[in-house]
C-alpha cells in the first residue's frame, strides 16, 4: 500500500492531501467542499473511514491541481477524514479510482508521486 502526503491546489488555496493506494474513493471535507459543486447522493453512502463506518450523502467535483497538473474527479463530500501521523488535519484524501484515472503512482520509498504516466490527453477507442 502506497500513502504520500502533500499540498495540492483546489480553487487557489493549498489543501493538505493523503494520496493513499489503499483507499477506493476519494473524499473531500466539508471546508473544501464549499468551494465545489456538490450535488446529493441518491441514497446513503457507508464507507469505513479511519476505523469507523461514516455515512455521507453529497458528492463533490474535486477540480485541482497535483504539482501543475489540472486533474478532475468526483468526491465524497465527509466531515471529518482524520489527521495523519503527524497530527495534521488531512482535508483531501485521494483514493486509487482517482490515481489510476490521472496516471498518478506513490512512490513511498521516496515521499513523492510519480506523475509521467500522466495523460496529456485520452484516447477512448
Given at each position: 500500500?502506497?500513502?504520500?502526503?502533500?499540498m495540492?491546489?483546489?480553487?487557489?488555496?493549498?489543501?493538505?492531501?493523503?494520496?493513499?493506494?489503499?483507499?477506493?474513493?476519494?473524499?473531500?471535507?466539508?471546508?473544501?467542499?464549499?468551494?465545489?459543486?456538490?450535488?446529493?447522493?441518491?441514497?446513503?453512502?457507508?464507507?469505513?473511514?479511519?476505523?469507523?463506518?461514516k455515512?455521507?450523502?453529497?458528492?463533490?467535483?474535486?477540480?485541482?491541481?497535483?504539482?501543475?497538473?489540472?486533474?478532475?474527479?468526483?468526491?465524497?463530500?465527509?466531515?471529518?477524514?482524520?489527521?495523519?501521523?503527524e497530527?495534521?488535519?488531512?482535508?483531501?484524501?485521494?483514493?486509487?479510482?482517482?490515481?489510476?484515472?490521472?496516471?498518478?503512482?506513490?512512490?513511498?520509498?521516496?515521499?513523492?508521486?510519480?506523475?509521467?504516466?500522466?495523460?496529456?490527453?485520452?484516447?477512448?477507442?
Amino acid at each position: 500500500m502506497g500513502r504520500i502526503r502533500q499540498m495540492i491546489k483546489v480553487d487557489g488555496r493549498e489543501c493538505w492531501t493523503l494520496f493513499d493506494t489503499g483507499a477506493r474513493n476519494t473524499y473531500v471535507v466539508q471546508a473544501i467542499a464549499q468551494v465545489l459543486p456538490t450535488s446529493k447522493t441518491p441514497r446513503p453512502f457507508r464507507s469505513a473511514i479511519g476505523g469507523q463506518v461514516k455515512e455521507m450523502d453529497t458528492m463533490a467535483l474535486l477540480s485541482a491541481e497535483v504539482e501543475g497538473h489540472p486533474i478532475s474527479t468526483h468526491a465524497m463530500v465527509i466531515d471529518e477524514i482524520g489527521n495523519d501521523e503527524e497530527g495534521t488535519p488531512i482535508e483531501i484524501l485521494f483514493g486509487a479510482l482517482a490515481m489510476q484515472q490521472w496516471g498518478i503512482r506513490p512512490v513511498p520509498d521516496e515521499e513523492k508521486l510519480d506523475l509521467s504516466h500522466y495523460p496529456e490527453e485520452f484516447l477512448e477507442f
